[in-house]
């Protein structure tokens, strides 16, 4: 049965025979079928909003490697594109809006997209995901949060120095908050669409949060994602990841969330310490390990899970995504490596 599967028993902490091991970004460029794929395509979008082919590269990396949880192909601006934006993926740039948000009147402009009409392809891919992993392993959802859509929204694009939405969150607060809470009711909607669908786990990434200040985090980032996790409301479990969000560990733990996902800033055994059985944990490997040689990729690896220790709740995973120019093969070692030294871990102090 799916829900016996080591992926959700984690996110439940519940005892598994091996720690379960998923890779952010697994379906991507460094795997040469995606690219294979995404060039029949012809460009990102046309990728990401055709069932058949978002499908296809979801599969990709599950058929290479022992995953234990597909996670859907998309991508975290599809809110912002339905909401009429003019997205556009520019190569060796990243996105662009042909309309960013600046002024009132912009913000005054925006609606709620449909998650089954204006984002269906979404609930679409989904549903053929499903039928094609037979509930082999779990499939995750995802969002991005309301505060990294809004600062994508409001740059215009990937920024460096934010200032843009900085200025607006200093300047205009009340009108921040009113583009936050538009952003948290339509990914409110569109992860509820995705739980419909089949989706059986949902993350929200957060990748912004974490250049915020202490106080505006929990004013301008937290409470949004709460709201999302208040109206997913357990139907299935929740993962929250904040990169850059080591120093808030306890109080997103406190927002109901099953998982808090970890960036590599933040030794895994001491966040267990700090959230105590709360919540699991994901993460929480450096992805540039993966260019380095077998022995480093096991040594580290296996430094995380001796971390972690032999409790239920670990994920693992890596502290943010895989990037192009990685080799599968190291992959492969790393998805191993997790396996057989948790397993190993788990077992002797089961007889210990």
């Known amino acids: 049965m799916l829900s016996n599967s080591r992926f959700l028993r984690?996110?439940?902490?519940?005892?598994?025979?091996?720690?379960?091991?998923?890779?952010?970004?697994?379906?991507?460029?460094?795997?040469?079928?995606?690219r294979a794929t995404r060039e029949r395509a012809g460009?990102?979008?046309?990728?990401?909003?055709?069932?058949?082919?978002?499908?296809?590269?979801?599969?990709?990396?599950?058929?290479?490697?022992?995953?234990?949880?597909?996670?859907?192909?998309?991508?975290?601006?599809t809110i912002p594109d339905a909401?009429?934006?003019?997205?556009?993926?520019?190569?060796?740039?990243?996105?662009?809006?042909?309309?960013?948000l600046r002024s009132a009147q912009d913000i005054r402009r925006l609606g709620i997209p449909d998650p089954e009409d204006d984002l269906g392809y979404v609930s679409n891919a989904i549903r053929l995901i499903k039928r094609e992993l037979d509930d082999k392993v779990p499939l995750i959802g995802f969002c991005g949060s309301p505060w990294t859509l809004a600062t994508y929204m409001i740059e215009g694009g990937s920024g460096h120095d934010f200032k843009l939405v900085k200025q607006m969150l200093y300047d205009e607060p009340a009108l921040l908050h009113q583009l936050l809470d538009l952003l948290a009711k339509a990914s409110s909607a569109y992860l509820k669409a995705q739980i419909s669908a089949g989706a059986d786990a949902v993350m929200i990434f957060d990748t912004w949060g974490g250049i915020l200040?202490?106080?505006?985090?929990?004013?301008?980032?937290?409470?949004?994602i709460k709201h999302i996790v208040d109206e997913v409301d357990n139907t299935v479990p929740t993962i929250a990841f904040t990169k850059?969000?080591?120093?808030?560990?306890?109080?997103?733990?406190?927002?109901?969330?099953?998982?808090?996902?970890?960036?590599?800033?933040?030794?895994?055994?001491?966040?267990?310490?700090?959230?105590?059985?709360?919540?699991?944990?994901?993460?929480?490997?450096?992805?540039a390990i993966l260019?380095?040689?077998?022995?480093?990729?096991?040594?580290?690896?296996?430094?995380?899970?001796?971390?972690?220790?032999?409790?239920?709740?670990?994920?693992?995973?890596?502290?943010?995504?895989?990037?192009?120019?990685?080799?599968?093969?190291?992959?492969?070692?790393?998805?191993?490596t997790v396996h057989t030294a948790s397993a190993a871990i788990l077992q002797s102090a089961k007889h210990g």
């Open 291 to 336: 260019r380095a040689k077998p022995a480093a990729i096991i040594e580290q690896a296996t430094a995380i899970l001796n971390s972690f220790g032999a409790h239920p709740g670990h994920i693992f995973n890596l502290g943010h995504g895989i990037t192009p120019d990685i080799d599968p093969e190291n992959v492969a070692i790393l998805v191993d």
């Open 83 to 100: 909401m009429g934006l003019g997205l556009s993926l520019v190569e060796g740039i990243g996105p662009r809006f042909a309309h960013p």
């Open 43 to 77: 460009d990102f979008l046309t990728l990401c909003k055709t069932p058949e082919l978002a499908c296809e590269v979801t599969l990709q990396p599950l058929a290479r490697f022992p995953l234990d949880a597909a996670i859907v192909f998309s991508d975290i601006l």
């Open 244 to 287: 850059g969000g080591g120093l808030w560990l306890e109080t997103i733990a406190d927002i109901g969330c099953s998982a808090l996902g970890l960036d590599w800033s933040t030794d895994v055994g001491e966040a267990r310490q700090r959230v105590g059985n709360r919540v699991a944990l994901q993460g929480n490997l450096d992805p």
């Open 10 to 34: 984690a996110l439940r902490r519940e005892p598994v025979d091996a720690t379960p091991v998923w890779v952010m970004r697994q379906a991507g460029r460094y795997l040469p079928e995606y």
């Open 213 to 224: 200040s202490s106080n505006a985090y929990h004013s301008f980032s937290l409470p949004y």
